[in-house]
């Protein structure tokens, strides 16, 4: 079965911390993404990666920054939290064309 | 530029009734087209797609979908709903690296 993990299910973090989400994946797939989901609004690519070490902006990559050292494992920063950014962020791996397979989601609280 | 419009926003409908939820979108160059759904407190998955060929896409737990170029649309269709089905859906558009969504349909299906 196809798994992507995403490593916490809840964070509450202060105003100006750093903020490390990760994200793996066990189906060797080589493209990985980034979105946040906020309600009306659907979901908005933050980033995506192609390959190992590559990266590539989204829609709303504002105060975002991500590291992909491994094929399995894409992790999204955040430098500097701030407020706007409390959301559920939900990665994705894909083997083909718009066919996403997502992990169960990260809700972030920053107070 | 591409965008993604679910003409509702939440959809009540009795077990055992038709539904029809609704996506249009706007594209200048070929789309592929896709409708995944999202059960409380769960990721995404994937529901059906089109990439090519006929108009006319079978999804999972009986749902289908219809191309229609002309209108520009891609609404989500099921002959009869069952409680299960209640979960939010998003439409989505796009070529290989950029999958826009939706702001997503909640289906709310009455005992």
């Known amino acids: 079965d196809v798994k992507v993990t995403q490593s916490s299910r809840y964070l509450v973090k202060r105003t100006g911390e750093k903020v490390f989400l990760e994200c793996v994946q066990d189906m060797d797939h080589e493209n990985m993404f980034w979105y946040r989901q906020d309600p009306g609004l659907g979901l908005r690519l933050i980033y995506f990666s192609y390959d190992v070490k590559m990266k590539e902006k989204g829609d709303i990559p504002e105060g975002y920054s991500v590291s992909r050292e491994k094929k399995e494992r894409f992790s999204l920063i955040l430098e500097s939290a701030s407020t706007n950014q409390t959301s559920m962020y939900l990665c994705?791996?894909?083997?083909?064309?718009?066919?996403?397979?997502f992990g169960e989601g990260s809700r972030l609280t920053v107070l | 530029a591409q965008s993604v419009t679910q003409l509702d926003s939440q959809v009540p409908v009795f077990e055992e009734a038709p539904v029809e939820l609704r996506c249009n979108y706007s594209?200048?160059?070929?789309?592929?087209l896709f409708w995944y759904v999202q059960y409380p407190n769960q990721g995404l998955q994937l529901l059906l797609k089109y990439l090519s060929g006929s108009t006319l896409v079978k999804g999972i737990n009986g749902f289908e979908a219809e191309f229609n170029k002309s209108q520009t649309s891609f609404h989500l269709r099921k002959p009869s709903v069952h409680i299960s089905d209640t979960a939010e859906y998003f439409c989505a558009v796009g070529p290989y690296d950029k999958v826009i969504f939706g702001p997503g349909t909640s289906l709310s299906v009455i005992p």
């Open positions: 594209s200048s160059v070929s789309v592929y």
């Open positions: 994705a791996s894909s083997p083909s064309p718009g066919e996403l397979f």
